[in-house]
């Protein structure tokens, strides 16, 4: 049988996987975006330098100014892409997270309460009356629990669907 300290550092454990996959998932996101960013600069920068010289060789004003257009709106193009991807991978992540909270609420609130009964069922209490109070909290808190978890998941879930650009290609 678990010693009452053997249950809270596994309660320990549970929560400082559950922050280390939370770090994990944000260094990622931060990674993808960054690589998003560099790509995009890079690939501006190269038509950048092959559209000042391709406007230098020109010698027709309207050349000139179909070619600028053509470029702005080249560029407006990449920035947009850039901007949906961004959302895209954004929403990616926040689901992700949505799912991690909802996880972490219903299986951390379970374990607290599972650790909680077994210390309460541990202790040499006789008077049934405070075994039934006891008992009676519990199910109170772990009904608030899971509302909290159906309001937080629904939450995450409604963020998720409100993002500008999301589901448009």
Do not use: C, H, W
């Amino acid at each position: 049988m678990a010693t009452k300290q053997d249950q809270f550092n596994e309660l320990q454990k549970k929560n400082l996987e559950a922050a280390m996959r939370l770090a994990q998932l944000s260094i990622e996101n931060s990674q993808r975006i960054m690589e998003i960013q560099v790509s995009t600069a890079k690939s501006l920068f190269e038509e950048g330098v092959s559209n000042a010289k391709a406007l230098s060789a020109a010698k027709d004003p309207k050349d000139l100014v179909e070619l600028r257009t053509q470029y702005a709106q080249a560029a407006t193009e990449k920035m947009l892409t850039l901007a949906r991807q961004m959302a895209e991978l954004t929403t990616r992540t926040q689901t992700e997270v949505g799912k991690l909270v909802s996880e972490q609420l219903t299986t951390g609130s379970q374990d607290v309460f599972e650790a909680m009964q077994k210390l309460f069922k541990g202790l040499p209490i006789t008077d049934q009356n405070a075994v039934t109070s006891f008992q009676t909290a519990v199910d109170t808190t772990r009904a608030a629990f899971e509302q909290i978890t159906r309001a937080s998941t629904e939450a995450f879930q409604a963020f998720g669907q409100g993002i500008p650009g999301k589901g448009r290609k």
